[in-house]
Protein backbone atom coordinates (compact mmCIF):
# COMPACT_ATOMS: atom_id res chain seq x y z
CA UNK A 1 0.00 0.00 0.00
CA UNK A 2 1.90 3.27 -1.57
CA UNK A 3 1.52 6.72 0.38
CA UNK A 4 0.82 8.19 -2.43
CA UNK A 5 -2.25 7.23 -4.41
CA UNK A 6 -2.42 7.14 -8.14
CA UNK A 7 -4.49 5.73 -10.98
CA UNK A 8 -3.05 2.18 -12.37
CA UNK A 9 -3.70 3.03 -15.79
CA UNK A 10 -4.60 6.15 -17.88
CA UNK A 11 -4.74 6.23 -21.78
CA UNK A 12 -5.57 8.51 -24.37
CA UNK A 13 -4.88 8.56 -28.42
CA UNK A 14 -1.94 10.18 -29.97
CA UNK A 15 -2.12 14.23 -30.16
CA UNK A 16 -4.28 14.45 -26.86
CA UNK A 17 -3.15 15.45 -23.30
CA UNK A 18 -3.50 13.17 -20.45
CA UNK A 19 -3.45 13.78 -16.68
CA UNK A 20 -2.16 11.81 -14.07
CA UNK A 21 -3.28 12.74 -10.31
CA UNK A 22 -1.11 11.88 -6.92
CA UNK A 23 -3.00 12.23 -3.99
CA UNK A 24 -1.71 12.19 -0.60
CA UNK A 25 -1.80 14.03 3.04
CA UNK A 26 -0.63 17.05 4.90
CA UNK A 27 2.12 15.53 6.19
CA UNK A 28 3.57 14.82 2.88
CA UNK A 29 2.14 16.46 -0.54
CA UNK A 30 0.45 19.03 1.70
CA UNK A 31 4.00 20.38 3.07
CA UNK A 32 6.68 19.47 0.88
CA UNK A 33 7.07 19.70 -2.77
CA UNK A 34 6.08 16.99 -5.76
CA UNK A 35 8.29 15.33 -8.13
CA UNK A 36 7.57 12.83 -10.97
CA UNK A 37 9.45 10.48 -12.53
CA UNK A 38 9.18 8.37 -15.83
CA UNK A 39 10.32 4.65 -16.38
CA UNK A 40 10.70 2.45 -19.15
CA UNK A 41 10.25 -0.82 -19.25
CA UNK A 42 13.86 -2.42 -18.02
CA UNK A 43 15.43 1.20 -17.58
CA UNK A 44 15.87 3.48 -14.19
CA UNK A 45 13.43 5.62 -13.57
CA UNK A 46 13.86 9.36 -14.64
CA UNK A 47 13.29 12.49 -13.42
CA UNK A 48 10.67 14.14 -15.03
CA UNK A 49 9.33 17.15 -12.61
CA UNK A 50 10.61 18.84 -9.39
CA UNK A 51 9.28 21.27 -7.18
CA UNK A 52 5.60 20.87 -8.26
CA UNK A 53 6.42 22.28 -11.77
CA UNK A 54 9.79 22.74 -12.72
CA UNK A 55 11.10 20.45 -15.08
CA UNK A 56 15.53 19.31 -15.65
CA UNK A 57 16.77 20.43 -19.04
CA UNK A 58 16.02 18.43 -21.93
CA UNK A 59 12.38 17.59 -20.70
CA UNK A 60 9.80 19.13 -23.32
CA UNK A 61 7.23 21.24 -22.14
CA UNK A 62 4.83 19.15 -23.06
CA UNK A 63 5.38 17.75 -19.83
CA UNK A 64 3.78 20.20 -17.02
CA UNK A 65 3.30 19.54 -13.00
CA UNK A 66 0.96 21.26 -10.53
CA UNK A 67 0.20 21.03 -7.06
CA UNK A 68 -3.07 22.06 -5.00
CA UNK A 69 -3.70 21.00 -1.09
CA UNK A 70 -2.67 17.55 -0.96
CA UNK A 71 -2.57 16.25 -4.59
CA UNK A 72 -0.43 16.60 -7.49
CA UNK A 73 -1.23 16.26 -11.44
CA UNK A 74 1.11 15.19 -14.01
CA UNK A 75 -0.23 16.97 -17.68
CA UNK A 76 1.30 15.59 -20.93
CA UNK A 77 -0.13 17.32 -23.90
CA UNK A 78 0.66 16.22 -27.79
CA UNK A 79 0.99 12.58 -26.73
CA UNK A 80 3.10 10.53 -28.65
CA UNK A 81 3.45 6.63 -28.74
CA UNK A 82 6.93 6.97 -27.21
CA UNK A 83 5.06 8.43 -23.67
CA UNK A 84 4.25 5.24 -23.35
CA UNK A 85 5.80 4.61 -19.76
CA UNK A 86 5.00 4.03 -16.14
CA UNK A 87 4.97 7.43 -14.12
CA UNK A 88 5.54 7.92 -10.73
CA UNK A 89 5.14 11.14 -8.18
CA UNK A 90 7.29 11.29 -5.03
CA UNK A 91 7.61 13.63 -2.20
CA UNK A 92 9.17 13.74 1.34
CA UNK A 93 6.86 12.60 4.34
CA UNK A 94 8.07 14.55 7.41
CA UNK A 95 5.90 12.68 9.87
CA UNK A 96 8.12 9.61 8.88
CA UNK A 97 11.07 11.10 7.56
CA UNK A 98 11.15 9.18 4.61
CA UNK A 99 10.88 9.47 0.79
CA UNK A 100 7.50 7.92 -0.64
CA UNK A 101 6.05 7.49 -3.98
CA UNK A 102 3.12 6.72 -5.45
CA UNK A 103 2.20 2.92 -6.84
CA UNK A 104 3.06 4.72 -10.46
CA UNK A 105 0.52 4.66 -13.77
CA UNK A 106 0.49 3.05 -16.43
CA UNK A 107 0.17 5.38 -19.64
CA UNK A 108 -1.06 3.58 -23.03
CA UNK A 109 -0.77 6.15 -26.01
CA UNK A 110 -4.16 4.37 -27.90
CA UNK B 1 28.33 14.52 -16.29
CA UNK B 2 27.54 12.52 -13.31
CA UNK B 3 26.87 8.94 -13.46
CA UNK B 4 26.21 6.06 -10.77
CA UNK B 5 26.70 2.42 -10.97
CA UNK B 6 25.87 -0.24 -9.02
CA UNK B 7 27.93 -3.61 -8.27
CA UNK B 8 27.06 -6.39 -6.19
CA UNK B 9 26.15 -9.85 -5.98
CA UNK B 10 22.87 -10.83 -7.84
CA UNK B 11 22.47 -13.95 -5.80
CA UNK B 12 21.50 -13.98 -2.24
CA UNK B 13 20.75 -16.47 0.30
CA UNK B 14 17.98 -16.23 2.79
CA UNK B 15 19.07 -15.11 6.06
CA UNK B 16 22.27 -13.43 4.35
CA UNK B 17 23.26 -9.97 4.05
CA UNK B 18 22.65 -7.97 0.42
CA UNK B 19 25.73 -5.77 0.02
CA UNK B 20 25.80 -3.25 -2.94
CA UNK B 21 28.13 -0.42 -3.78
CA UNK B 22 27.25 2.62 -5.79
CA UNK B 23 30.54 4.03 -7.47
CA UNK B 24 30.10 7.89 -8.55
CA UNK B 25 32.14 9.64 -11.41
CA UNK B 26 31.73 12.88 -12.99
CA UNK B 27 31.10 14.75 -9.73
CA UNK B 28 31.75 15.38 -6.09
CA UNK B 29 30.35 12.63 -3.98
CA UNK B 30 31.53 15.53 -1.10
CA UNK B 31 28.78 17.99 -2.50
CA UNK B 32 26.83 19.33 0.12
CA UNK B 33 23.79 19.74 -1.46
CA UNK B 34 23.46 16.45 -1.99
CA UNK B 35 22.34 13.64 -0.79
CA UNK B 36 23.19 9.49 -1.65
CA UNK B 37 19.91 7.09 -1.57
CA UNK B 38 19.36 3.80 -2.39
CA UNK B 39 15.39 2.82 -3.83
CA UNK B 40 14.28 -0.52 -4.67
CA UNK B 41 11.50 -2.05 -7.08
CA UNK B 42 10.21 -5.69 -6.68
CA UNK B 43 9.98 -6.91 -10.35
CA UNK B 44 6.44 -5.55 -11.93
CA UNK B 45 5.60 -3.36 -8.95
CA UNK B 46 6.19 0.07 -7.87
CA UNK B 47 9.22 2.13 -6.05
CA UNK B 48 10.65 1.93 -2.64
CA UNK B 49 12.89 4.39 -0.75
CA UNK B 50 15.29 2.08 1.41
CA UNK B 51 17.24 5.55 2.59
CA UNK B 52 20.25 7.65 2.17
CA UNK B 53 23.46 9.26 3.13
CA UNK B 54 24.71 12.71 3.59
CA UNK B 55 28.57 13.73 2.53
CA UNK B 56 29.11 14.22 6.63
CA UNK B 57 27.40 10.77 7.08
CA UNK B 58 24.25 11.70 8.28
CA UNK B 59 21.51 9.10 7.22
CA UNK B 60 17.85 8.54 6.81
CA UNK B 61 16.29 5.07 6.48
CA UNK B 62 13.09 3.89 6.11
CA UNK B 63 11.26 3.04 9.06
CA UNK B 64 10.16 -0.28 8.21
CA UNK B 65 13.93 -1.55 7.52
CA UNK B 66 15.22 0.41 9.44
CA UNK B 67 16.45 -2.15 11.85
CA UNK B 68 18.61 -4.37 8.55
CA UNK B 69 19.87 -1.43 6.89
CA UNK B 70 23.08 0.49 6.94
CA UNK B 71 24.29 2.76 4.50
CA UNK B 72 28.05 4.03 4.30
CA UNK B 73 30.06 6.68 2.51
CA UNK B 74 33.73 6.25 1.52
CA UNK B 75 34.06 9.37 -0.14
CA UNK B 76 37.93 8.40 -1.03
CA UNK B 77 36.73 6.05 -3.51
CA UNK B 78 33.88 8.10 -4.52
CA UNK B 79 31.58 5.43 -3.35
CA UNK B 80 28.43 4.76 -1.12
CA UNK B 81 27.30 1.61 0.20
CA UNK B 82 23.95 -0.24 1.27
CA UNK B 83 23.58 -3.57 3.36
CA UNK B 84 20.49 -5.01 4.12
CA UNK B 85 20.36 -8.07 6.66
CA UNK B 86 18.65 -11.02 7.56
CA UNK B 87 16.98 -10.75 3.87
CA UNK B 88 13.92 -13.05 2.71
CA UNK B 89 12.37 -13.34 -0.87
CA UNK B 90 10.29 -10.36 -0.19
CA UNK B 91 13.69 -8.48 -0.95
CA UNK B 92 14.41 -9.92 -4.12
CA UNK B 93 14.35 -6.43 -6.52
CA UNK B 94 16.25 -4.18 -8.71
CA UNK B 95 18.27 -1.96 -6.67
CA UNK B 96 19.25 1.82 -7.52
CA UNK B 97 21.26 4.10 -6.34
CA UNK B 98 20.44 7.89 -6.77
CA UNK B 99 21.75 11.36 -5.95
CA UNK B 100 19.05 12.72 -3.76
CA UNK B 101 18.43 16.47 -3.02
CA UNK B 102 16.90 18.26 -0.66
CA UNK B 103 17.28 21.62 -1.93
CA UNK B 104 14.14 23.18 -2.16
CA UNK B 105 11.94 19.88 -2.27
CA UNK B 106 12.75 16.15 -2.31
CA UNK B 107 14.10 14.97 -5.54
CA UNK B 108 16.42 12.04 -7.15
CA UNK B 109 17.88 13.35 -9.89
CA UNK B 110 20.25 11.20 -11.13
CA UNK B 111 20.06 7.21 -10.90
CA UNK B 112 22.05 4.01 -11.57
CA UNK B 113 21.11 1.56 -13.79
CA UNK B 114 19.86 -0.77 -11.40
CA UNK B 115 21.44 -4.33 -10.79
CA UNK B 116 18.73 -7.29 -9.67
CA UNK B 117 19.31 -9.24 -6.70
CA UNK B 118 17.36 -12.29 -6.14
CA UNK B 119 16.90 -14.08 -2.67
CA UNK B 120 17.23 -17.42 -2.77
CA UNK B 121 18.81 -20.94 -1.96
Known amino acids: QSVLTQPPSVSAAPGQKVTISCSGG????????VSWYQQFPGTAPKLLIY???KRPSGIPDRFSGSKSGTSATLAITGLQTGDEADYYC???????????FGGGTKLTVL | QLQLQESGPGLVRPSETLSLTCTVS??????????WAWVRQPPGKGLEWIGS???????YYSPSLKSRVTITLDTSKSQFSLQLSSVTAADTAFYYC?????????????WGQGTLVTVSS
Open chain 2, 98 to 110: TREMFTSGWDLDC
Open chain 1, 51 to 53: DND
Open chain 2, 53 to 59: ISHSGNT
Open chain 1, 26 to 33: NSNIGNNY
Open chain 1, 90 to 100: GTWESRLTKGV
Open chain 2, 26 to 35: GGSINNTDFY
